[in-house]
């Protein structure tokens, strides 16, 4: 069982604990992937709450569904872009996509110049640019497909809408940065950051955000991380051995160690 525990940026800690469930069983025919989310929330000040204590919430979570949505504002414009994530997602493309070229499949991180087609009517919807990033070289670490269309609702909205009929679901807002973290490509900080860089409101807030981003924060933690085991190693070790001399450790000790 692996345990991932972090925390979150609320009025109270939030602590994530993902791992599979030892006692879920599923048909063998799906063979699908779950991952459960128990979500702990600790007592509010003095103590009120369900029993004095914390809540706790068991949430399951299919990441083999394929998740699509818009990833642009909604509006009037000349590009908007809809992304699909997931282990369907290029079949969904073909299914969808005529190329103005015939291709034998899709490379990696290239442009394709074609049109959405309607399956029902086999009617072209949009000309598009259309684009896959496969696993796990992608930003959820799954087969990522974008098209890239004429903005302005009525189109991205068809566009999605026949996405959806062919198998996907509308993802929920943040469901790829959640796959992101799920799949190991982010950290909760770097998750914390996107929507921090999103929401930036000056020059400073940027450049803080992109360096969480980029590890910033992560590094530091971890070698904090690492102080406090070594000095936790020196403690255990100066009580095990208290009679040996070198090894003797004082809580000015600490205390320099820490402030350095």
Request: one cysteine or more; charged letters at 25%; a neutral charge.
């Amino acid at each position: 069982m692996k345990d991932r525990i972090v925390s979150c940026k609320s009025l109270f800690l939030l602590y994530i604990i993902v791992h599979p469930h030892p006692t879920l069983t599923l048909p063998p025919s799906r063979g699908r992937e779950y991952v459960n989310f128990i979500i702990k929330y600790p007592p509010p000040p003095g103590g009120r709450g369900l029993g004095g204590g914390g809540a706790e919430l068991l949430l399951m979570y299919d990441k083999e569904d394929t998740i699509a949505a818009i990833a642009t504002p909604i509006g009037v414009g000349g590009i908007g872009i809809i992304r699909i994530s997931g282990y369907n997602a290029e079949n969904i493309a073909r299914k969808i996509f005529r190329s103005k070229r015939p291709i034998k499949s899709f490379d990696s991180f290239r442009l394709y110049l074609g049109h959405i087609i309607d399956p029902k009517s086999n009617l072209p919807v949009d000309e598009v640019l259309l684009s896959i990033m496969h696993a796990p070289f992608s930003y959820t670490r799954e087969d990522v497909v974008e098209i890239n269309s004429h903005s302005g609702y009525t189109i991205l909205s068809s566009i999605l809408q026949i996405i959806l009929q062919e198998g996907a679901r509308l993802a929920k807002p943040g469901e790829f940065t959640l796959r992101a973290f799920l799949n190991g490509r982010i950290d909760l900080t770097q998750a914390e950051a996107i929507i921090d860089l999103i929401n930036a409101k000056g020059d400073m807030s940027v450049q803080l955000a992109a360096s969480q981003l980029a590890g910033g924060f992560k590094r530091r933690i971890e070698e904090i991380r690492q102080e406090i085991i070594e000095i936790l190693a020196r403690i255990e070790v100066s009580i095990d051995f208290p009679d040996t001399e070198s090894i003797i450790i004082t809580r000015s000790n600490i205390a320099d160690q820490i402030n350095k």
